[in-house]
């Protein structure tokens, strides 16, 4: 597997509302892009701190994954996300090595990006997003 750099960190928010305030007017960051994705159930905010993203993420549907991972967990951390030059390959070579991939094949994500995850079952608890940028 080929990364690159962490390309971001998801954090998932009951309110983008009132989160995006605390992003801005504690932590001195600028949220440059709202962006709903649809098919994930899901509005994100995202941030730059110097070559890192932080994605905000809050669910618009209580049975999404952030929906979910809310009534389960609470507000938090929810995922590490890591950009790869090559989604396809570096799918089949964790579940080459026995990692339990949640996709199988990228889909579309935030930002432009192919996506997949790594179910956290097989890292460790840190569920794992890979992101490809085809536009690079």
């Known amino acids: 597997m080929n990364l ?3 390309e971001h960190i998801g954090i998932a928010v009951k309110s983008l509302e009132t989160a995006i305030p ?3 007017e ?14 994930q159930k ?3 905010a995202f941030f730059m701190v ?9 669910s618009t549907d209580p049975e999404g994954p ?4 809310i009534a389960k967990k609470g507000e938090g951390v929810h995922h590490l996300a890591f950009a790869v030059k090559d ?7 964790a579940e080459g090595k026995g990692v339990q991939l949640i996709d199988k094949t990228p889909r579309g994500g935030a930002e432009g990006l192919s996506i997949a995850f790594l179910h956290p079952k097989s890292t460790m608890g840190v569920l794992t997003e ?5 536009n690079k």
């Not at 504690?26 to 098919?39: A, D, F, H, T, W």
């Not at 070559?51 to 809050?58: G, H, M, N, P, R």
């Open 4 to 6: 690159s750099h962490i």
């Open 22 to 24: 605390y992003y801005e």
């Open 26 to 39: 504690v932590l001195g960051l600028k949220c440059y892009n709202v962006e709903e994705v649809v098919e």
């Open 42 to 44: 899901v509005k994100t």
């Open 50 to 58: 110097g070559q890192t993203k932080i994605e905000l993420l809050e």
């Open 66 to 69: 952030i929906g979910k991972f």
């Open 87 to 93: 989604l396809e390959g570096a799918l089949v070579d």
């Open 130 to 134: 890979l992101c490809e940028d085809k």
